[in-house]
T-cell receptor, first 114, second 108 residues
Framework: DGGITQSPKYLFRKEGQNVTLSCEQNLNHDAMYWYRQDPGQGLRLIYYSQIVNDFQKGDIAEGYSVSREKKESFPLTVTSAQKNPTAFYLC?????????????FGPGTRLTVL | KNEVEQSPQNLTAQEGEFITINCSYSVGISALHWLQQHPGGGIVSLFMLSSGKKKHGRLIATINIQEKHSSLHITASHPRDSAVYICALNFGNEKLTFGTGTRLTIIP
């Protein structure tokens, strides 16, 4: 079955620790994305990558870092510099259909920083 | 400035009712997406449309490009339809802009 996996589903960390969230896709999509979701707000783009070994900052990249060493994998590191890291994190991948970008989402990781 | 507005924010209805969720936007787009987010958090893409109307089962999505407005309809609603429905805009590149969602609760 093709899809996007994120692990773990729930993650707890102490304040000041870096934490890495996993995202893997076997859809053979070139583009991958990380979003953050907070209550009452729409999804906000953290980072995205259109191709291996290349990525761009989204709207709220401060305090986060990513890598794209393989097409299938796009891990997100939440660093201690992120002021309010507790949130729901969603990974997505996409295929361009003409001029339309159809995105497929993973199940998400809920990060709680204590 | 919100480029995309959804209404209502919350909607509670009885099982069997016809449901309408609205999405308005302020700038030109290449496509509009309707997404469904269940309580567990995962998101499923329901529709991607750039004109007219699409139907899948009990779900119907329409878009009026001139009025910059889209609606998602659910016929014969069921408790399993309870979810957050999100409108997202595509401007012809790789990014999406998301609405804040409409929380739908269907009571048996």
């Amino acid at each position: 079955d093709g899809g996007i996996t994120q692990s773990p589903k729930y993650l707890f960390r102490k304040e000041g620790q870096n934490v890495t969230l996993s995202c893997e896709q076997n859809l053979n999509h070139d583009a991958m994305y990380w979003y953050r979701q907070d209550p009452g707000q729409g999804l906000r783009l953290i980072y995205y990558s259109q191709i291996v070994n290349d990525f761009q900052k989204g709207d709220i990249a401060e305090g986060y870092s990513v890598s794209r060493e393989k097409k299938e994998s796009f891990p997100l590191t939440v660093t201690s510099a992120q002021k309010n890291p507790t949130a729901f994190y969603l990974c997505a991948s996409s295929i361009m259909r003409g001029s339309h970008n159809e995105q497929f989402f993973g199940p998400g990781t809920r990060l709680t920083v204590l | 400035k919100n480029e995309v507005e959804q209404s209502p924010q919350n909607l509670t209805a009885q099982e069997g009712e016809f449901i309408t969720i609205n999405c308005s936007y302020s700038v030109g787009i290449s496509a509009l997406h309707w997404l469904q987010q269940h309580p567990g958090g995962g998101i499923v893409s329901l529709f991607m449309l750039s004109s007219g109307k699409k139907k899948h089962g009990r779900l119907i999505a329409t878009i009026n490009i001139q009025e910059k407005h889209s609606s998602l309809h659910i016929t014969a609603s069921h408790p399993r339809d309870s979810a957050v429905y999100i409108c997202a805009l595509n401007f012809g590149n790789e990014k999406l802009t998301f609405g804040t969602g409409t929380r739908l609760t269907i009571i048996p």
